[in-house]
């Protein structure tokens, strides 16, 4: 069982930027990729970027428009989005999540889902 555990969102102004945390609990993401899903009001979940841990290939939405940067720390055990250039419309839950082996782009094939961490981007 993986837990995960999401900090870093908050309330930041148009123009702005904020770095999501996603650390594991219960073992490391060695064999895992991790992946970042956001879901505004009213709007169904959407993938916006995912890495594979020990390749490090890194996976985007193209609406991030090369905005947003996932990383890893190895030391750390924990994954970040870094979001540059925010926009009122990036407003969302940011939801971390895992899956063993590679990188998905679909929500349905990530078994492992973190709390969620409000992004709030102001105009």
């Known amino acids: 069982q993986v837990q995960l555990v999401e900090s870093g969102g908050g309330l930041v102004q148009a123009g702005g930027s904020l770095r999501l945390s996603c650390a594991a609990s219960g073992r490391t993401f060695s064999s895992y990729a991790v992946g970042w899903f956001r879901q505004a009001p009213g709007k169904e979940r959407e993938f916006v970027a995912a890495?594979?841990?020990?390749?490090?290939?890194?996976y985007y939405a193209d609406s991030d428009q090369g905005r947003f940067t996932i990383s890893r720390d190895n030391a750390k055990n924990t994954v970040y989005l870094q979001m540059n250039s925010l926009k009122p419309e990036d407003t969302a839950v940011y939801y971390c999540?895992?899956?063993?082996?590679?990188?998905?782009?679909?929500?349905?094939?990530?078994?492992?889902w973190g709390q969620g961490t409000q992004v709030t981007v102001s105009s």
């Open positions: 890495i594979t841990w020990s390749s490090g290939i890194t």
């Open positions: 999540t895992a899956r063993l082996g590679t990188g998905k782009t679909r929500g349905d094939d990530y078994p492992y």
